[in-house]
């Protein structure tokens, strides 16, 4: 039979073990980042990051070239709508964001405005997501964000997709695929 009191020290124990057990998250550190993208897409920055740990994303306020010749600005990858209508002269300012996936693969998402394919010039909010399944620089296990080194992603597959859904899906240009993507996204911590 558990008196009052002893139950009493059971849940002060307890209690002491789950809080004991959390650990606190780690403290933001602001470093220095450097990205570049080349082929399909041309672009870059650099700017100070507040990161935590070995896992938070790395992000950055970019400017980007849809390559004029380039996966992204052919109309066939949309299933024949046009990507100038969609992209312009394929110059895009939006925010993208570095990480990496529980699975160990290197995944950029860049979010930009564009238009319908239609003609109309309804302004849509795009997002291009670029995946390596190998991992930053081929290794599932590499450490992210990197510390005083360069990480690469080779982007092996992609796709464009639209916020607000199937609404759109009809007058965007919107897609996925493997393998055929030109893309390699440089990250750097001096």
């Excluded at 700017?47 to 600005?73: C, D, I, Q, Y």
Aim: charged content about 20%; overall charge negative; hydrophobic content about 35%.
């Amino acid at each position: 039979m558990i008196t009052k009191r002893a139950s009493g020290h059971l849940l002060t124990a307890a209690c002491l073990a789950v809080f004991i057990g959390s650990a606190p998250a780690a403290p933001k550190e602001t470093l220095n980042f450097t990205f570049a993208m080349g082929g399909d897409v041309v672009g870059g920055r650099s700017e100070p990051e507040p990161v935590r740990g070995k896992t938070s994303p790395v992000w950055f306020k970019t400017t980007a070239t849809l390559n004029p010749g380039g996966l992204f600005m052919k109309d066939a990858s949309y299933g024949g709508k046009s990507s100038s209508n969609c992209f312009d002269n394929g110059s895009v300012s939006g925010n993208i964001q570095l990480t990496k996936t529980r699975d160990g693969e290197a995944k950029a998402i860049l979010w930009f405005s564009g238009y319908t394919s239609d003609g109309s010039e309804k302004e849509v909010t795009y997002y291009l997501t670029l995946v390596d399944s190998a991992g930053w620089n081929g290794d599932p296990d590499a450490q992210f964000p990197p510390r005083d080194t360069t990480l690469n992603l080779v982007a092996n597959e992609w796709s464009m997709q639209t916020e607000g859904g199937g609404r759109l899906k009809n007058v965007t240009c919107t897609g996925s695929g493997k393998v055929d993507v030109d893309v390699i996204l440089w990250l750097s911590q001096p």
